[in-house]
């Protein structure tokens, strides 16, 4: 007959593991041990290693065994700490939120933090509401992505682009001036001087920064603004598809008939948008029309041609956020600031030289 393994524990009843979960109550009693000293070895408490090995071990499988889960919330109240952040961005299908939501992953999973994600949809109304059950459900503080503030709370707020003045939260910003001017630059030293311009959404955060550079950007280097080459965006299937849009505006922009030989796109993903309308309509890119984008989302690299942008850091920018609303909730009395990063030229193919007459 074969030995048993020391200090294994028995098979958990059947109808314990048939009925119902199994609580802390039920494997105390079945180890025949206290429920404190349960909970301290499965909570890994420092006070256990004062146990002996062998109760620790058999404590351990015997959980293992019967299938045992924590009450979660009665943990928290035990705790004090819920280890759970809030985020919230506009759309979580959109290339520039979902890297950042990458940084912000990898930082919070190492650290052990859960955390609830909701994208809004630009919808006020919306943001309130996530943001009261976020708190109703134990969130220690919120990340906002590219979201204004739209409720006063007592927890701590680290929000990722331009979200309001409050001074009471972090917030992490890119020197959108700084973008805009390398970008024309960039055209500008290639020899464009009819450029279109997609303006950003009306609602978006970044649009009011980047537009009132433009102009100003535009100037300095003798560009004229000319109207008919401005294209504002437009949202399409709830906001879902940003190439979508900046394809409908680029058919926008080509039935004006102006002449432009470079297109500055408010993001990269309308400016892909933008290339394979041109593509379409038998354009050569860069021969005809150079293509600038702003972010550096993944598929700026991946398209063909390849997509001259404005890089944001933004799996660093995500990964910047959880760290900080990491280190303010361990911290209250820290107190809030502002975070400007210096975005940077990526030079690719989309963009070249004017062609000579």
């Given at each position: 007959?074969?030995?048993?393994?020391?200090?294994?524990?028995?098979?958990?009843?059947?109808?314990?593991?048939?009925?119902?979960?199994?609580?802390?109550?039920?494997?105390?009693?079945?180890?025949?041990?206290?429920?404190?000293?349960?909970?301290?070895?499965?909570?890994?408490?420092?006070?256990?290693?004062?146990?002996?090995?062998?109760?620790?071990?058999?404590?351990?499988?015997?959980?293992?065994?019967?299938?045992?889960?924590?009450?979660?919330?009665?943990?928290?109240?035990?705790?004090?700490?819920?280890?759970?952040?809030?985020?919230?961005?506009?759309?979580?299908?959109?290339?520039?939120?979902?890297?950042?939501?990458?940084?912000?992953?990898?930082?919070?999973?190492?650290?052990?933090?859960?955390?609830?994600?909701?994208?809004?949809?630009?919808?006020?109304?919306?943001?309130?509401?996530?943001?009261?059950?976020?708190?109703?459900?134990?969130?220690?503080?919120?990340?906002?992505?590219?979201?204004?503030?739209?409720?006063?709370?007592?927890?701590?707020?680290?929000?990722?682009?331009?979200?309001?003045?409050?001074?009471?939260?972090?917030?992490?910003?890119?020197?959108?001036?700084?973008?805009?001017?390398?970008?024309?630059?960039?055209?500008?030293?290639?020899?464009?001087?009819?450029?279109?311009?997609?303006?950003?959404?009306?609602?978006?955060?970044?649009?009011?920064?980047?537009?009132?550079?433009?102009?100003?950007?535009?100037?300095?280097?003798?560009?004229?603004?000319?109207?008919?080459?401005?294209?504002?965006?437009?949202?399409?299937?709830?906001?879902?598809?940003?190439?979508?849009?900046?394809?409908?505006?680029?058919?926008?922009?080509?039935?004006?008939?102006?002449?432009?030989?470079?297109?500055?796109?408010?993001?990269?993903?309308?400016?892909?948008?933008?290339?394979?309308?041109?593509?379409?309509?038998?354009?050569?890119?860069?021969?005809?029309?150079?293509?600038?984008?702003?972010?550096?989302?993944?598929?700026?690299?991946?398209?063909?041609?390849?997509?001259?942008?404005?890089?944001?850091?933004?799996?660093?920018?995500?990964?910047?956020?959880?760290?900080?609303?990491?280190?303010?909730?361990?911290?209250?009395?820290?107190?809030?600031?502002?975070?400007?990063?210096k975005p940077e030229l990526v030079v690719r193919k989309s963009t070249g030289p004017v062609a000579t007459a």
């Amino acid at each position: 007959m074969p030995r048993k393994p020391k200090n294994s524990a028995p098979a958990a009843p059947p109808e314990l593991q048939a009925n119902r979960p199994v609580s802390l109550k039920d494997l105390a009693a079945y180890l025949g041990l206290s429920r404190s000293t349960v909970s301290l070895v499965l909570n890994n408490s420092p006070v256990a290693q004062g146990l002996a090995p062998q109760t620790r071990e058999r404590i351990l499988l015997a959980a293992k065994k019967m299938g045992y889960r924590p009450n979660y919330f009665a943990r928290m109240l035990n705790n004090k700490r819920s280890f759970m952040v809030g985020i919230m961005s506009p759309d979580l299908a959109e290339g520039y939120d979902s890297e950042i939501l990458n940084g912000i992953e990898l930082t919070l999973n190492e650290k052990d933090y859960l955390y609830f994600v909701s994208s809004h949809h630009w919808n006020s109304e919306r943001i309130v509401k996530r943001m009261d059950e976020f708190t109703a459900r134990g969130a220690e503080g919120f990340i906002l992505i590219n979201t204004p503030v739209e409720r006063t709370t007592h927890l701590p707020i680290v929000t990722i682009g331009p979200s309001g003045s409050g001074a009471s939260y972090t917030r992490i910003l890119v020197d959108n001036r700084h973008g805009i001017q390398l970008s024309i630059d960039h055209l500008h030293g290639l020899g464009h001087r009819d450029i279109a311009f997609f303006r950003g959404h009306q609602n978006s955060s970044d649009t009011e920064a980047r537009w009132k550079a433009t102009m100003e950007m535009a100037q300095q280097y003798g560009i004229n603004m000319e109207h008919e080459l401005q294209v504002q965006l437009e949202r399409v299937d709830n906001g879902l598809n940003p190439v979508q849009e900046g394809y409908m505006a680029c058919e926008k922009l080509l039935a004006r008939k102006r002449k432009f030989t470079a297109l500055m796109a408010f993001n990269d993903m309308t400016a892909i948008g933008a290339l394979r309308c041109l593509r379409d309509h038998k354009y050569e890119i860069p021969g005809q029309v150079s293509i600038m984008g702003f972010d550096d989302v993944l598929a700026a690299s991946m398209i063909e041609p390849t997509l001259t942008t404005i890089r944001q850091p933004l799996a660093a920018m995500g990964r910047m956020a959880a760290t900080k609303i990491m280190d303010l909730i361990q911290n209250p009395e820290m107190a809030p600031e502002q975070i400007e990063i210096k975005p940077e030229l990526v030079v690719r193919k989309s963009t070249g030289p004017v062609a000579t007459a």
